[in-house]
T-cell receptor, first 112, second 114 residues
């Protein structure tokens, strides 16, 4: 079952623009992770943010987490055509075994 | 190139066939996972292996039978599948089976059931 929703479902932007994707979830979590999936490929881990963290950066990626609103956002700055992919948030509710529940995903298209 | 290798990349089988999907990682990871992903949908967890023992079975039908022969290898045996089982099957691994561990995914096996 899905933990929550991602917003928007699809996003189309020009190279150089910023892209923001949002993720909402329903239960308390241990951590939230973001993954990228290029067409026809597996998922690639981008960032893990723990429940006691509010913001994390990695290169052009910035992730925020608001546990009071049960939401997270992923910001990609200065986007490139190579960023075109689907982006999924995934929540770990704890309880062991690293069980992830994925959101519905955002399909990002970056046009040259 | 991914560090988790899945074979075959594509598989077409009839509903009466028996086939197996294979997943291999040489990162020394102690947790391995099987996911099913339908087109334009998120991955859905099927099984979790922790230290080569089955830890989670997400109520998967018995026509899917996982096996973990050793710490580097994970198989998914398929028998008498249905057309709705056509999907991308993804394998993943993580260093440990506990929380706060990123998962490393293979590129999947695209399965078509005739």
């Amino acid at each position: 079952s899905q933990q929550g929703e991602e917003d928007p479902q699809a996003l189309s932007i020009q190279e150089g623009e910023n892209a923001t994707m949002n993720c909402s979830y329903k239960t308390s979590i241990n951590n939230l992770q973001w993954y990228r999936q290029n067409s026809g490929r597996g998922l690639v881990h981008l960032i893990l943010i723990r429940s006691n963290e509010r913001e994390k950066h990695s290169g052009r990626l910035r992730v925020t987490l608001d546990t009071s609103k049960k939401s997270s956002s992923l910001l990609i700055t200065a986007s490139r055509a190579a960023d075109t992919a689907s982006y999924f948030c995934a929540t770990d509710e704890g309880g062991g075994y690293n069980k992830l529940i994925f959101g519905a995903g955002t399909r990002l298209a970056v046009h040259p | 190139d991914t560090e988790v290798t899945q074979t075959p990349k594509h598989l077409v089988m009839g509903m009466t066939n028996k086939k197996s999907l294979k997943c291999e990682q040489h990162m020394g990871h102690r947790a391995m996972y099987w996911y099913k992903q339908k087109a334009k949908k998120p991955p859905e967890l099927m099984f979790v292996y922790s230290y080569e023992k089955l830890s989670i079975n997400e109520s998967v039908p018995s026509r899917f039978s996982p096996e973990c022969p050793n710490s580097s290898l994970l198989n998914l045996h398929l028998h008498a599948l249905q057309p709705e089982d056509s999907a991308l099957y993804l394998c993943a691994s993580s260093a440990e089976p506990n929380s706060n561990q990123p998962q490393h995914f293979g590129d999947g096996t695209r399965l078509s059931i005739l």
